[in-house]
């Protein structure tokens, strides 16, 4: 399973753009890459995948590099309600799930 | 709204006692994953399972067990309870479609706690 390594916190106000950076040097090649969000005392909430390049949705961006040994999760125009710890996973088909320590988002009025 | 659901969703019980945990999944989904989170921590992974088999395994003792029922609803079971066990357990339903990494979806947990 990759290790992935994500920065402990990390402070924003509103209104910006937040870019959360996840190392993952040993992916494998069929390895896809996952970001959860989560609140206080309720689960992790899927936020985004990607495999390779960009992947956009409604809520969030995911940049992954050509060498794929890192990803950045980009969320734009941040809001109080964005304030969360967000996970990133990196694994394949049949891969356990294991999430890391996280990044503490903490958004600013 | 995640369609998966845990119960209850507090408990508190004494060391030594033993505990069942129960998860009804998303519908249309064919997996099933325990999590335990201690406070200020990630999500720690106990076990899987998948068609009503265990699908892999986290570092934790045999007196954590789980089962999955045909409808794919699942319980979590620990003996011999510790403090230590004293967390939040989270339970996530996804669908292995033998292609990329599946998605989570995750209930609002089970709150425990070992006196």
């Known amino acids: 399973l990759a290790k992935t390594t994500q920065p402990i916190s990390m402070d924003s106000y509103e209104g910006q753009e937040v870019n959360i950076t996840c190392s993952h040097n040993?992916?494998?090649?069929?390895?896809?890459i996952t970001w959860y969000q989560q609140f206080p005392s309720q689960g992790p909430r899927f936020i985004i995948q990607g495999y390779k390049t960009k992947v956009t949705n409604e809520v969030a961006s995911l940049f992954i590099p050509a060498d794929r040994k890192s990803s950045t999760l980009s969320l734009p125009r941040v809001s109080l309600s964005d304030t969360a710890v967000y996970y990133c996973?990196?694994?394949?088909?049949?891969?356990?799930?294991?999430f890391g320590a996280g990044t503490r988002l903490t958004v600013k009025p | 709204e995640t369609g998966v659901t845990q119960s209850p969703t507090h408990l508190i019980k004494t060391r030594g006692q033993q505990v069942t945990l129960r998860c009804s999944s998303q519908?249309?989904?064919?997996?099933v994953s325990w999590y335990q989170q201690a406070l200020g921590q990630g999500p720690q992974f106990i076990f899987q399972?998948?068609?009503?088999?265990?699908?892999g395994r986290g570092n934790f003792p045999p007196r954590f067990s789980g089962l999955q029922f045909p409808n794919y609803s699942s319980e979590l079971n620990v003996n011999a309870l510790e403090l230590d066990d004293s967390a939040l357990y989270l339970c996530?339903?996804?669908?292995?479609?033998?292609?990329?990494?599946?998605?989570?979806?995750f209930g609002s947990g089970t709150q425990l706690s070992v006196l």
């Open positions: 996973l990196v694994g394949g088909i049949n891969n356990d799930m294991r």
């Open positions: 996530a339903s996804s669908l292995k479609t033998g292609t990329g990494q599946e998605k989570l979806f």
């Open positions: 519908s249309g989904h064919n997996t």
């Open positions: 040993n992916i494998a090649t069929n390895d896809y």
């Open positions: 399972y998948y068609r009503e088999e265990e699908n």
